[in-house]
């Protein structure tokens, strides 16, 4: 497909090796035609658009269009699968499943990371009613005038506990502080996805 | 914040019920894929990267509802033209009957709150 002028052929070009990168991994009898596709679409929204030079008719349907590594992202990881459970190689399940990792791959982690932090807040409640119920066993703990434990011992013998009664408004503190961060956390990522 | 609840769910609804819009498109003659995506801009309000209908209509494809084929045009170009299988009719009708019922739902439980 020729267009009239260098500067629009370049960026149309540039496109579709973006376009072909995304793909690379379907058969080629779907890339060729997916190529051809695309291109098509690409002419038909520039002669639709309004646009007055040819780059930015150009520019118009690319961005109409979409950035191909997202939009193939689906189908890449639909194929895999599915080559994978056809053939039942150990090596094609394996990347199957890394390219369905691969899109959920932010998900995975952000969750994770909210979890961890939960599961501290959690930590701190249970160190709080430790406290109350064993309070020997719970705090700080110090053994030949050194660091040795800090959270619930279950035999403390030889260790002297530093903390005492502060233990509860550190406890406090630390759940207050793990509740900010998380709320902050929670806010940032949801205006990060809007 | 109403603003940001409101957009997040109206995207969520939109990707959900795409397939739904396409197949229905779809039933009434075949399209090539350009001029399908015009035609969803022009019944609905969908503002989705236009790219996104290609993976979509592949899977319908795999699905066994929609089924593909290149036309020569009189023009030279040739087109790649989306047809709506007989199994792609039978589980539209299931879908629309479903789209109604839930439909009505939702305006009854409306009507009652305002």
Do not use: C
């Not at chain 1, 995304?22 to 997916?34: F, N, V, Y």
């Not at chain 2, 989705?48 to 023009?75: F, M, N």
């Amino acid at each position: 497909m020729e267009l009239k002028t260098i500067e629009a052929q370049n960026v149309f070009e540039q496109y579709l090796r973006t376009l072909d990168d995304a793909i690379k991994r379907l058969p080629l009898s779907m890339q060729k035609d997916l190529r051809a596709e695309i291109s098509l679409h690409i002419i038909d929204s520039m002669q639709a658009s309004n646009k007055e030079t040819e780059l930015d008719r150009l520019r118009d349907a690319l961005d109409r269009l979409g950035d191909p590594e997202n939009y193939m992202k689906p189908m890449i990881a639909d194929y895999a699968v599915e080559f994978a459970t056809s053939t039942f190689q150990p090596y094609h399940v394996f990347l199957a499943i890394v390219q369905n990792i691969g899109i959920g791959i932010e998900r995975t982690l952000r969750s994770s990371f909210f979890f961890l932090l939960y599961l501290t807040l959690f930590l701190f409640v249970f160190l709080f009613v430790s406290k109350i119920l064993y309070p020997s066993h719970t705090g700080l703990f110090f053994q030949n005038g050194g660091f040795h434990a800090f959270g619930f011992l279950s035999n403390p013998q030889g260790d002297s506990e530093q903390l005492g009664g502060w233990l509860f408004p550190l406890v406090i503190l630390g759940f207050s502080l793990d509740y900010l961060l998380i709320t902050l956390l929670m806010k940032l990522t949801r205006k990060r996805r809007k | 914040m109403e603003k940001e609840y409101v957009d997040n769910w109206e995207a969520q609804v939109k990707k959900g019920i795409l397939s739904f819009i396409v197949l229905n498109i779809l039933s009434r003659k075949h399209f090539y894929g350009y001029e399908l995506m015009d035609e969803i801009q022009r019944v609905s309000t969908y503002n989705i990267a236009e790219g996104t209908l290609y993976p979509l209509l592949d899977r319908l494809k795999k699905d066994g509802l929609v089924t593909s084929e290149w036309v020569h045009q009189p023009s030279g170009v040739p087109r790649k033209y989306y047809s709506i299988t007989k199994a792609g009719e039978s589980t539209l009708e299931i879908m629309n009957r479903h789209w109604l019922s839930l439909s009505s739902s939702i305006n009854k439980v409306i009507r009652k709150n305002s």
